[in-house]
Nanobody, 127 residues
């Protein structure tokens, strides 16, 4: 699976952006899709995931209520709608994928739990 994230840019605090992640090489049916982010000088951190089996979603506490993940299986694309953006949301955002198999939430919210990664897209939120 090849993943390509897009949609990043510069936005003022309080604004919105919508990220997209297009998958190629294989349909994303049967895959859990996720977003992670990495701010300068910090480790990569989990943002959100959505399962294939029942479209269950899960969010990091820092983005819950502001970000919404969704997927279009027919187009092999996953989205991240980001609202009420804050300067601390500034980071490179990465999409990731793994097979939709039973696993712990801990595993699904850490980078080693994913097998496929795309190049990131930079989101900069100005104050």
């Amino acid at each position: 699976v090849q993943l390509q994230a897009s949609g990043g840019g510069l936005v003022q605090a309080g604004g919105s952006l919508r990220l997209s992640c297009a998958a190629s090489g294989r349909n994303i049916n049967n895959y859990i899709m996720a977003w992670f982010r990495q701010a300068p000088g910090k480790e990569r951190e989990f943002v959100s995931f959505v399962t294939w089996s029942d479209s269950t979603t899960y969010y990091a506490g820092s983005v819950k209520g502001r970000f919404t993940i969704s997927r279009d299986n027919a187009k092999s694309t996953v989205f991240l709608q980001m609202n009420s953006l804050k300067p601390e949301d500034t980071a490179v955002y990465y999409c990731a994928a793994r097979r939709d198999t039973v696993d712990t939430v801990l595993r699904l919210t850490t980078a080693p739990g994913y097998d496929y990664w795309g190049r990131g897209t930079l989101v900069t939120v100005s104050s």
